[in-house]
């Protein structure tokens, strides 16, 4: 399949204004301009002067896990009640029925990163999909993509609600300090069954299981926190246990962006369609992922669907830019930079020759509000 005669954003090249991209084996094959475009067939596809670029990358949503429409019957996106469910995967939660998937391609994004809510302090693993597949198992890109865990106001309001702990900032964090903690110690237990067969290894926990590959900095921690004191306790426990971890939402990044510029810690902001509709938004704007970014704050941009539609991510990236983003660190936001923090840059994210044939051609620019989306290829397959 050869898409051409149209502008192309590699995103880990220089921009072409006019080029084409050749897909084989569901695999991007080449990228180049015009005048090296091998001679077009009946089957391939003219850009027709539009522009050609990465599947878009959600890197932190709730697809699937809160069905459209239906109510508490599909609303399977937090077990609020245990604060401690490391164990859950998303992979058994998500419905790719759900018509907010063909939404979701319809709007150019071809992967996501969707798991649990955050009503627990570890709420469970997350899981990087593609957007078509009946068969959730047919989809996955990674599994587990990150284990979300949660601070701030959202594990209060839950376990106050039930007159359990945690109903403070201290207990959410002692949760997931003791936690991490047991999860270190189960894993040097482990380890030493492994190197001496005289040594028992200790019963098996699930729970920490789970939290083993954390622990061991194999699987990405994505810590939800909205004010800057919550974002600061993520960075402490990060520092702590040493952990691989990205901060979710991140809604007052913009207050400490130096410091976490220091920390070297990207941030997934968003949604930001959407009101101040409890106090740790109080200091939402549009302009955080503008400040974050000019600070050297690396950033993806997120819908949090269902909080915004799935397929108005590029709706979020073009409001970024009128708050002053740099246009191509928006784009980058839902494409490169969003497979990056999402660690799964391997497969997505950029036009680059053996990534994933995932391909969006829009009718002008993807920021524009009215470009339209002509087409949209997953894995060399035309499904928009």
């Not at 050869?2 to 995103?11: A, D, E, F, R, S």
């Not at 109510?71 to 609020?80: C, I, L, Y």
């Not at 300090?177 to 005289?198: G, H, I, S, T, V």
């Amino acid at each position: 399949m050869l898409i051409y005669n149209g502008t192309v954003h590699p995103m880990d090249a220089p921009l072409l204004p006019l080029g084409f991209v050749r897909l084989e084996g569901g695999k991007v094959a080449e990228v180049g301009p015009m005048d090296r475009c091998p001679a077009p067939g009946p089957d391939d596809l003219d850009a027709a002067g539009g522009h050609i670029l990465p599947g878009f990358v959600d890197a932190h949503c709730h697809l699937g896990m809160f069905g459209n429409a239906v109510g508490f019957e599909a609303d399977d996106g937090n077990e609020a009640t245990d604060p401690c469910t490391p164990h859950l995967r998303a992979l058994d939660a998500v419905n790719p029925q759900d018509r907010c998937f063909e939404e979701a391609r319809q709007g150019g994004v071809t992967t996501v990163l969707t798991g649990p809510g955050s009503a627990n302090p570890i709420a469970g693993q997350f899981v990087a999909l593609k957007t078509n597949g009946r068969w959730v198992d047919e989809a996955v890109v990674k599994a587990p993509a990150a284990m979300k865990f949660a601070l701030g106001e959202n594990p209060k309001s839950v376990y106050n609600d039930r007159k359990e702990t945690p109903i403070t900032r201290m207990a959410t964090a002692a949760i997931i300090r003791e936690n991490l903690a047991k999860a270190q110690e189960y894993q040097d237990k482990n380890a030493k069954a492994d190197e001496d067969p005289d040594t028992d290894a200790p019963d098996l926990d699930v729970r920490l299981e789970a939290l083993m590959p954390v622990v061991m900095h194999t699987l990405p921690a994505h810590f939800h926190a909205h004010r800057a004191d919550d974002i600061a306790t993520a960075v402490r426990i990060a520092r702590e246990f040493g952990l691989n971890y990205v901060i979710v939402h991140g809604t007052e990044g913009h207050l400490v962006a130096d410091l976490l510029a220091k920390e070297g810690v990207g941030v997934i902001t968003g949604p930001c369609l959407g009101d101040r509709s409890k106090p740790e938004l109080a200091n939402m704007t549009l302009e955080n992922p503008a400040l974050l970014a000019k600070a050297g704050v690396k950033i993806a941009i997120c819908t949090d669907h269902p909080e915004t539609p799935i397929q108005y991510l590029p709706l979020c990236a073009a409001m970024a830019v009128k708050a002053g983003l740099d246009e191509e660190t928006a784009l980058a936001a839902i494409t490169s930079t969003a497979a990056e923090l999402g660690g799964i840059d391997h497969r997505v994210g950029s036009l680059t020759p053996g990534k994933d044939a995932d391909v969006v051609v829009t009718s002008g620019h993807p920021l524009d509000w009215k470009s339209r989306v002509e087409a949209v290829f997953i894995n060399g397959n035309r499904v928009v």
